[in-house]
């Protein structure tokens, strides 16, 4: 056991080698890899606390997708939960790791299942849901790509039941589907199996918010440095750059309505062009704006989950929506903010 442990340690080492806002650094501007297809999932292994494989990047399936709450559920986001052992939840876990004092190498290990593990039995990893009228009354709609069309609408919601379902479980439509074969995800009280991502509050608001751009992340520290929560981030590119240095942060916008100014992206297909892009979940900065004390820079949600850290964005600190909802109920008007290097 100790030397297959070592080995795959080892591989995994080996492969690691105003409710307003107006600016222009919040888009992506570099598509997300090509999706792997979804993995198989089975819920008695997701759901048995003696699950505890030896899992590391590039893995995926059931043991993967139990990591992955069991992080979320501690504040250590992996961004969407879709059962894929990637880049984010390899930085997640690290943060853990790091944060607990325990063998930082990259795998979930024994002791970092252990440690995970408390109150799984009582909090079950997948859950039922019963999907509600509120759920499916929508309005629904597909939010063009082109900003002068987004701001003829009246809401920038979601574009289906499905779509709004795996945010509020921070899944992907693709694990939520596969965990739910035939099941129709826009029928008020068809019962689903969900993640059961309820987070604890965390004992105490954070001391500081700190951006790092080697690991694409957000960390929230206590007044000793303690890393509190940690969630992947999107933020600047060679032609937005992360602006490195001590900010302060603003009172968080709840949200926000967004001011388009194409003279502000570089890749702008047409200069000169403005509009007000409604609020909504599917807004350029999602569903709350914390601004930074710089023009036109802040952390934000996203329309576009899937793209958190695997995509570049005009400059700013973009965050999936829950994540973002979290860190603005934790932070305050004028904390200090660290954007560094690593």
Known sequence: MGMVYLARA?????????????????????????????PVIHVDEV?????????????????????????????????????????NMLNSLNAYQAAHDLPTDGAMNPDTWEALDVNAEILPILVPYTITKKDV?????????DMMEQAKLARLGYSSPIEALGERFHASTALLQSLNPGKQFGKAGERILVPNIDRTPLPERPAMVVVKKDCSCVEALDAANHLMAHYPATMGSSHDPLPVGQMKLA?????????????????????????????????????????????????????????????????????????????????QAGMTASLRES
């Open 47 to 87: 759901n048995n606390l003696a699950t505890m494989d030896l899992i590391g990047m590039n893995d995926d399936g059931s043991a993967v997708l139990r990591a992955q709450v069991l992080l979320d559920r501690a504040h250590f986001s992996v961004g969407e939960i879709d059962g894929i052992f990637g880049t």
């Open 251 to 331: 009172k968080p916008s709840w949200n926000p309505i967004f001011f388009y100014d194409s003279n502000l992206f570089w890749d702008a297909k047409v200069k000169g062009e403005k509009a007000v892009i409604p609020s909504g979940p599917k807004n350029p900065v999602g569903v709350v704006w914390i601004g930074l004390s710089k023009a036109h820079l802040g952390i934000h949600g996203t329309p576009t989950p899937s793209t958190i850290g695997r995509a570049h964005s005009h400059g700013c600190i973009r965050l999936t929506n829950w994540d973002a909802t979290e860190l603005g109920n934790i932070v």
């Open 137 to 145: 009354a929508g309005p629904f709609n597909r939010v063009p790509r």
């Open 10 to 38: 080892l591989a995994v080492f080996l492969l690691t080698v105003s409710t307003a806002y107006s600016g222009g650094a919040n888009l992506a501007v570099s598509k997300a890899p090509k999706a792997r297809p979804q």
